[in-house]
C-alpha cells in the first residue's frame, strides 16, 4: 500500500489503490491467512489423534496471541526457526514415500496429463470436468499456496534490514519455487503414487492417508501434522501481521490491538467450523487485492528493470 501511495506518479490514483489493497488485504488476512489454516490443522489433528477441533481452536488461538503481541520482531524469531525445519522434514517425508513407490511415477505423471484434459477430476485437485475449470480452480489454489502476485510479501520483505532492495526481491522470489514447484509437486505425486487420489477423502487428510500408506507405521502421519502444524502457525503469524499493517494504514496505530483481538478469536472459530464460505470468500479477497498491486507493478514496471539493472551492473564489476 505504500509503494502504491507514494511510488506512483498520479497522487490520487496512487492513494486510492493503497487504500483499496490496505482494505482488501486486511480482511483477506482472516481468510488465507487464518481461519482456513486453523481449520486445516485442526481437521488433520482430529483425523490423525482424534483431538477436538475445539481443544486445537483453543490452543491455537493462544498461542497466536502470544506470540503477535511481540509483533514483528517476535513473528520473525519464530517463523524464522519453524519454516527451514518444517521444509526439510516435510519434503523428507515426501521424497521416502516417492521413492518407496518409485515404479508408480511414470504413470502417475501420465495421470496427470491426462486428467487435465479430461472429464476425471481427481479429489482435491483439478475439481472440475473441464480445462477452464480446472485452471480456473489450479490458478486459485496455487495463488493461495505461494501468494503471487498478491503483493502481501511485500509487506514482510518491507521489515528486511538490507541496502539492495534487489537482493531483498531475489530472496522473495525463492519462495514461489520452493512452495510451488517443489513442495506441492512433490505432495501430489506422493498422493498419486500411494493411490489414495480417489479415496473421496480430502484436504490434510489425503495426504496424511498418502505418507501413512507411504512410510511403515504411524510416521507418515506423524510427519504431516507435524509440519502442518509448523506451516499452519507460521502462515497464520505471518498474515496477521500483513493483516495489522494494512488495518494500520486505513485507520492507525490505535486500532492495531483490537484487529489482534478479533483475529486471535478468528483462529478459534476457524478451528470449530466448516468453511466453504470462508475459501469462497478468500479466493475473491485474493483476486481483489491482485488487481490494485497487479496494476502497480505495471506502471512501475519501468522503475524495477532500471533497479535491477543497476543492481547487476554494479555487481558484475
Not at 3 to 21: E, F, N, Q
Request: aromatic share 12%; hydrophobic share 50%; glycine share 12%.
Amino acid at each position: 500500500m505504500y509503494y502504491l501511495r507514494d511510488g506512483i506518479r498520479w497522487p490520487l490514483l496512487g492513494k486510492s489503490l493503497g487504500a483499496v489493497y490496505a482494505l482488501f488485504a486486511a480482511i483477506a488476512a482472516f481468510g488465507i491467512g487464518n481461519m482456513v489454516q486453523a481449520n486445516s490443522l485442526a481437521s488433520s489433528l482430529q483425523f490423525d489423534f482424534s483431538i477436538p477441533v475445539w481443544l486445537t481452536g483453543i490452543v491455537v488461538a493462544s498461542a497466536t496471541a502470544a506470540v503477535i503481541i511481540g509483533g514483528i520482531r517476535s513473528i520473525g524469531r519464530f517463523t524464522g526457526f519453524f519454516v527451514p525445519t518444517m521444509i526439510v522434514a516435510y519434503m523428507s517425508g515426501s521424497m521416502l514415500v516417492i521413492l518407496t513407490n518409485l515404479g508408480r511415477v511414470p504413470d502417475a505423471l501420465a495421470l496427470v496429463f491426462h486428467d487435465a484434459f479430461t472429464g476425471t477430476a481427481a479429489a482435491g485437485g483439478f475439481a472440475g470436468a473441464t480445462v477452464r475449470l480446472a485452471l480456473r480452480h489450479g490458478v486459485a489454489r496455487g495463488i493461495f499456496s505461494n501468494e503471487s502476485g498478491l503483493g502481501s510479501a511485500g509487506i514482510a520483505a518491507a521489515a528486511a534490514q538490507t541496502r539492495e532492495p534487489v537482493r531483498q526481491a531475489l530472496v522473495s522470489m525463492t519462495q514461489t519455487f520452493i512452495d510451488t514447484l517443489v513442495v506441492c509437486s512433490f505432495t501430489g505425486l506422493a498422493i498419486l503414487c500411494t493411490g489414495v487420489w480417489d479415496s473421496g477423502i480430502d484436504g490434510a487428510p489425503l495426504t496424511q492417508a498418502a505418507f501413512r500408506e507411504g512410510l511403515p507405521g504411524q510416521w507418515g502421519s506423524w510427519i504431516v501434522s507435524a509440519c502442518l502444524g509448523m506451516f499452519t502457525f507460521s502462515t497464520i503469524l505471518g498474515w496477521s501481521y500483513y493483516g495489522e499493517k494494512s488495518i494500520e494504514y486505513l485507520l492507525g496505530v490505535r486500532v492495531v490491538i483490537f484487529y489482534r483481538l478479533l483475529f486471535v478469536i478468528a483462529c478459534f472459530c476457524g478451528a470449530i467450523y466448516s468453511l466453504d464460505f470462508v475459501w469462497k470468500l478468500s479466493d475473491v479477497m485474493n483476486g481483489l487485492m491482485a488487481l490494485p498491486n497487479l496494476v502497480g507493478l505495471l506502471l512501475l514496471s519501468g522503475v524495477i528493470a532500471r533497479e535491477t539493472r543497476s543492481y547487476f551492473d554494479r555487481h558484475r564489476r
